[in-house]
C-alpha cells in the first residue's frame, strides 16, 4: 500500500467461479476496505438456521438468484452508519439486478462507487471449475476433482469430510449462468453508460489476475 488515501468503493461483478470471491478478498486486503460477500452472509445466516438464511439457502440450492427485498436488507444492515461506508467496501455478489443497482446509488448518496470491475471468464472455464468443485464441510477449505485431498475425500488442513455443495451441481450451475446473462449483463449497460465500468480478463494464475485488478483500481484512485 503506498501514500495515504481513501480505500476504494468498488464492485467486481462476474460469473460464480470467475474467481471474484478470492479476489474481492485479496482487493479488500491490500487496499485495507471491508469485504461484503452476500453469499457468503447467506451462507453463514442459513448455518445459524435463521429463517431469513434459510429461505436465501432455498433459492441458492435452486439455482435460483435470492430475490431483491432479501439480498437489499443485508446490504442495507452492511452498509448502515458505522459500518464500512467511511473506510471503503469491495461488494462481492451485489449488485446483481438493475433495481439493486439503482438501490445501491440510493444508499451511498452523493459519494458513489469509485469503480465497477466486470472480471470477464468464458462459461466453460467456470462451469469447468464449479461443476469439479469440492468444499471441506467444516472449514470450507475448496478442492477441485482434479486436485483432491490427499486421502480419500478427507480435507488435507481438518480431516473433515471433502463434498460437492448442494448448490454445486453441474445442472444448477447451468441454470444460474443463465439467469446471470439475464439479469446482471443489463447492470454492466448500467455502469458502462455512468463511466463506471472497467473489464478485465479473469483467466490466468491467480497473482496475474490480481495485478491486472491492483492496476485498473490504481489508476482510477489516482487519477
Ligand atoms: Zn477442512
Known amino acids: 500500500m503506498s501514500e495515504c488515501r481513501q480505500p476504494p468503493r468498488l464492485v467486481l461483478l462476474g460469473k460464480q467461479g470467475a474467481g471474484k470471491g478470492t479476489q474481492a478478498a485479496r482487493l479488500a486486503d491490500h487496499y485495507g476496505a471491508a469485504h461484503l460477500s452476500t453469499g457468503e452472509l447467506f451462507r453463514a445466516q442459513a448455518a445459524s438456521g435463521t429463517a431469513f438464511g434459510l429461505e436465501a439457502k432455498r433459492y441458492m440450492d435452486a439455482g435460483d438468484l435470492v ?8 446490504v442495507e444492515e452492511c452498509l448502515a452508519p458505522g459500518g464500512p461506508l467511511g473506510d ?11 433495481p439493486q443497482a439503482s ?7 452523493s459519494h458513489g462507487l469509485d469503480l465497477v470491475i466486470d472480471l470477464e471468464v468464458p462459461r466453460e472455464i467456470v462451469l469447468d471449475r464449479i461443476a469439479g468443485r469440492r468444499v471441506c464441510e467444516n ?3 475448496v478442492y477441485h476433482v482434479n486436485s483432491p485431498p490427499t486421502v480419500n475425500w478427507t480435507c ?14 453441474e445442472e444448477a450451475v447451468e441454470r444460474r449462468l443463465t439467469l446471470y ?4 449483463v443489463p447492470i454492466i449497460e448500467y455502469y458502462r453508460e455512468r463511466g463506471l465500468l472497467t473489464v478485465v480478463d ?7 489476475v490480481f ?9 482510477r484512485i489516482h487519477a
Open 88 to 98: 471503503g467496501f469491495i461488494l462481492d455478489g451485489f449488485p446483481r439486478t438493475l
Open 67 to 74: 430475490p431483491d427485498e432479501i439480498v437489499l436488507g443485508v
Open 156 to 169: 488435507d488442513t481438518c480431516g473433515g469430510e471433502v463434498k460437492q455443495r448442494d448448490d454445486d451441481t
Open 139 to 141: 472449514c470450507q477449505r
Open 181 to 184: 446473462d439475464q439479469e446482471t
Open 211 to 219: 495485478e491486472r485488478l491492483v492496476k485498473v483500481v490504481d489508476d
Open 103 to 109: 438501490a445501491l446509488d440510493g444508499l451511498l448518496g
Open 202 to 208: 479473469g483467466v490466468g494464475e491467480g497473482d496475474e
